[in-house]
């Protein structure tokens, strides 16, 4: 079966796709919540942004795994990177591939066919990857910058406050919230049935998507959601903004402009981060799934899962004289031993 050109063409039944979905003679639809396969159109209405896409895409995965994989390894290499802001660091490079990873690879692969399709069970792991991964780096950007201002507003604390056993807690708690976020979110979309051939009109499965392509009553889902992503989105957006208000007050009062200088390029790194992340993130999940227009999530998603993982690892490194230099001495010591 193959999806071309226009969305009307794609959603045209045949007889037997009526029959698969479920659709009577009558024109009914019965409801089928596991459908073995289904359709991402993406950009199938403007066929000629998929070849540019597949090659951006090309270029930023792998770019974000080298990126994040460099990063993590400094981290751990280098002993001037053992302090807790680069342990949360260290955690966020190895979100970010996972992250892309989870959307990436199925992405190419309809990009690059004429048959755009994704099996249920694909779909299903999608969703609850994709969720538990942004989740978790909605949170752990929160904990960062909770880290920053430890470190700057309470800097004879901060060593005492973050200690090995805290940093280990604070993490896996992100975790954990992110795993509990997402599973019972997801299995809920899961429980709706999909209506019609069971199109998504997205480049992926995520949870505003699958609601809004759902049969039946749904405001409970679209309230829960809502509800759900002001502790996952607006919580944390609000305590990163507090932190850094703290933050700004306390640099105004150094009097060394060397020291407001380092105070600013630490922190102003991790805002640039919040910014491209949490931006895309409240416009997608913080309104109501019907109300949100065509194409928006399709290039929100590939903003917040694409592009902002493949830029975190170079903000962080290009504006940090730490990881450059950890960095820079790296890649000295593979070429000395060569």
Avoid at 19 to 35: I, L, Q, W
Avoid at 119 to 138: D, N, P, R
Wanted: hydrophobic residues 45%; positive net charge.
């Amino acid at each position: 079966m193959r999806y071309h050109l226009t969305p009307a063409e794609c959603l045209k039944p045949t007889t037997q796709e009526r029959a698969d979905a479920g659709e009577g003679d009558d024109g009914g639809t019965v409801n089928n919540s596991h459908p073995k396969e289904l359709v991402p159109l993406g950009f199938a209405d403007r066929p000629w942004l998929e070849l540019p896409l597949l090659a951006i895409l090309l270029i930023t995965y792998p770019m974000a795994r080298a990126g994040n994989t460099a990063v993590i390894l400094v981290s751990r290499l280098d002993a001037r990177l053992h302090s807790p802001m680069y342990v949360f660091l260290t955690n966020l490079s190895f979100l970010d591939p996972c992250y892309t990873t989870s959307i990436v690879p199925q992405m190419l692969f309809n990009l690059g066919s004429t048959k755009k399709t994704i099996s249920y069970v694909g779909c299903a792991a999608q969703l609850y990857f994709f969720h538990i991964t942004g989740g978790t780096e909605c949170l752990l950007l929160a904990i960062m910058s909770f880290d920053r201002y430890l470190a700057i507003c309470k800097p004879l604390h901060y060593t005492l406050i973050m200690n090995p056993r805290i940093r280990i807690l604070l993490a896996s708690t992100v975790w954990l919230t992110g795993i509990m976020y997402a599973v019972p979110e997801a299995t809920a979309t899961l429980q709706l049935p999909l209506c019609g051939l069971h199109t998504l009109d997205h480049l992926l499965c995520e949870i505003p998507v699958l609601i809004k392509a759902a049969c039946g009553e749904k405001a409970a889902n679209e309230l829960t959601l809502s509800v759900v992503c002001i502790f996952m989105l607006a919580v944390p957006l609000g305590s990163i903004l507090a932190s850094y208000a703290c933050i700004g007050h306390a640099v105004f009062k150094i009097k060394s402009s060397e020291g407001r200088k380092k105070a600013f390029g630490t922190c102003s790194s991790h805002l640039i981060v919040v910014f491209f992340f949490y931006g895309p993130a409240i416009s997608m999940y913080l309104q109501p799934p019907s109300s949100i227009s065509r194409d928006q999530p399709k290039f929100m998603a590939l903003f917040y899962g694409v592009v902002t993982p493949a830029l975190n690892p170079f903000i962080y490194t290009l504006r940090n004289k730490d990881v450059k230099g950890a960095l820079g001495n790296l890649v000295r010591g593979i070429f000395a031993s060569k």
